[in-house]
């Protein structure tokens, strides 16, 4: 008799487990993980001594006025432009004085100070650095003052 209930109950129980298992569901599930990065371009102009003494008179020719450093982390690239304020001029407040066109080269920039220079990278960079350089014929006849204008550099990512 012990056998027989003991066949039962293990009958029983492989029919529970059977019955149980039969009508168990699976599931499953994901879970996405990501994380991102801004663009984040960056540029800083270190300039040199002869940025605020440029020879009026006597000219200057392919001066080196300012170092350029652009940080820039998006992979397509990105542009560095240049504007002046005075359309390529140094301009003066005294009396009299008249404007002195310039030339200025930066990097591989094309263009004209007087309107934009493009400079364009095809990937990112960090730390990069360019030079600006500024030209003009001097005058000996200048009339006195401080001469004057304000390039500036923006970079941008494509």
Do not use: W
Not at 11 to 28: K, V
Not at 63 to 85: A, D, F, I, K, Q
Not at 120 to 134: E, I, P, Q, T
């Amino acid at each position: 008799m012990k056998s027989l209930k003991s066949l039962k109950t293990a009958i029983a129980l492989a029919a529970f487990a059977a019955a149980f298992g039969a009508h168990a569901a699976t599931d499953t599930a994901q879970l996405e993980i990501r994380g991102s990065v801004a663009t984040n371009c960056t540029i800083a102009v270190t300039p040199t001594a002869k940025a605020t003494t440029l020879d009026i008179l006597g000219g200057e020719s392919d001066t080196l006025v300012g170092v350029v450093t652009e940080n820039c982390n998006n992979g397509n690239g990105y542009t560095v432009s240049l504007t002046s304020n005075n359309a390529g001029q140094l301009l003066s407040k005294a009396t009299g004085a008249k404007p002195y066109s310039y030339a200025a080269r930066y990097d591989d920039g094309v263009g004209d100070i007087a309107k934009q220079i493009v400079a364009g990278r095809d990937k990112a960079f960090f730390g990069r650095s360019g030079n600006l350089s500024v030209s003009f014929s001097g005058d000996k006849q200048a009339i006195a003052g401080v001469y004057s204008d304000i390039i500036n550099l923006v970079i941008a990512g494509k």
